[in-house]
């Protein structure tokens, strides 16, 4: 046909070197053997296959098959050594920083107090927490193949500043990309953080094999992550997702609701008016404890969870309806397959709480999409900005058609 491209003998080769090497990452160490019966090659091309990676340090032999009848057979696995991918989680109050080896093996992880830091140290903030990282890996910024920064708000692709994101300071300085394209070595791509929070439930968690779904998000804010077939929906200035600032009944409207960091649904649901609603409920301020807005939040509704009865079961059930009131205005105009519920302020209140914003849910809209509760529940947006830089790098890495 015309406009299709050939399928040269390079390019096949190279399209089953990605198949295998798709396969070693799936399910670990492999035969050859089993290598061709998973993607129907014959054993003489098997072997070319593996001969060819090997040589190019793709792939390494890592033992023996064991416990089985016959000769024992040589097992392959992905080379993690051969590159290696960085992710940054960005918060006011910390930066987290983890490297992976190609295989997806965590090799070195680090944190950075940021609070208190001057707003113009934002390039000396990454650069140092990048440098921790590498150091607790045994690497050094040069062995980084690409790295991906999580933050709140989005970069707003025409004007390069970082928007919906006031409580982030230093960030929004319109040179601020280009200081740090200069400051760092290797590629670097910016994402949202509730985004990459549903990166990782996609690829690693409980939204896998749903090509639609919404994930909300409830920490320090309340966000939420669009995916349609599969890909992220980012909208036009990167906004798409950021609920907090959605208009709902049951709060008051908030005007000019990108200077005042909030909205509607941020102040019936947020984790600030977790504290409020206890109140309101007589519950004492030493049934609260005492932090940040996010820990206090997810303090009490880990307590309501547990107890589930009397104020707290009363707090369980504001909770839900308010967190289901802005849900409702999502899945109306989305129709998704799936909410996956996420952040540690809905986390913390387990199957009690998800039993009940899905029970709401039904009431308030007609789309009756499932609703589950988020399981990579360590450090998930660093955990999607590994996985995301992962596979571009594979993707460069893995090409041996070159």
């Known amino acids: 046909m015309a406009g299709t491209t050939p399928g040269t003998p390079r390019v096949l080769r190279a399209m089953n070197d990605r198949a295998a090497l798709d396969l070693l990452l799936e399910h670990g160490p492999l035969s050859r053997t089993r290598i061709g019966k998973l993607t129907g090659l014959s054993k003489p091309t098997a072997s070319q296959l593996l001969a060819r990676l090997e040589a190019a340090g793709l792939v390494v032999v890592t033992g023996t098959t064991e416990g089985r009848p016959g000769p024992s057979a040589q097992l392959y696995a992905v080379n993690g050594s051969v590159a290696h991918a960085a992710g940054l989680d960005v918060t006011p109050e910390r930066i987290r920083a983890a490297v992976a080896d190609i295989a997806g093996a965590t090799v070195g992880e680090f944190e950075l107090p940021t609070p208190g830091r001057r707003a113009d140290s934002v390039v000396r903030q990454v650069t140092d ?206 129709d998704p397959e799936l909410v996956v519920l996420s952040g540690e302020a809905i986390a913390a209140g387990g199957e009690p709480l998800r039993a009940r914003v899905q029970s709401e849910l039904a009431e308030l809209a007609a789309p009756r999409p499932r609703l589950v509760l988020g399981s990579v529940r360590r450090q998930p947006v660093l955990r999607g900005a590994l996985e995301n830089a992962l596979a571009t790098t594979r993707d460069e890495v893995f090409d041996t058609s070159r």
Do not use: C
């Not at 992220?232 to 990167?238: A, P, V």
């Not at 709060?251 to 000019?256: K, N, S, Y």
């Not at 409702?328 to 105009?333: C, E, F, K, W």
């Open 129 to 334: 927490a990048l440098d921790g990282v590498v150091k607790a890996a045994g690497l050094t910024r040069a062995d980084v193949h690409r790295l991906v920064i999580g933050t709140p708000g989005a970069f707003d692709p025409s004007t390069g500043r970082l928007r919906y994101a006031s409580h982030l300071p230093g960030w929004h300085s319109p040179t601020l990309l280009d200081e740090l394209a200069a400051a760092l070595p290797m590629p670097v791509e910016y994402e949202n953080d509730v985004n990459l929070a549903a990166v990782a439930e996609q690829r690693l968690g409980a939204a896998q094999g749903h090509e639609n779904f919404v994930l909300l998000w409830n920490e320090e804010g309340l966000g939420a992550a669009v995916v349609i077939n599969g890909r992220l929906h980012r909208g036009f200035t990167g906004g798409a997702g950021e609920v907090g600032f959605l208009p709902v009944p049951g709060a008051p409207l908030v005007r000019q609701v990108t200077k005042a960091n909030s909205g509607g649904f941020q102040e019936l649901a947020g984790a600030q008016a977790l504290p409020r609603l206890a109140r309101d409920l007589g519950l004492a301020p030493e049934d609260m404890g005492s932090g940040a807005h996010a820990e206090v939040a997810t303090a009490l509704v880990a307590r309501a969870a547990e107890t589930d009865s009397g104020a707290y079961g009363q707090l369980l059930d504001v909770y839900a309806t308010g967190l289901a009131t802005g849900l409702a205005s999502m899945v109306a105009v989305l």
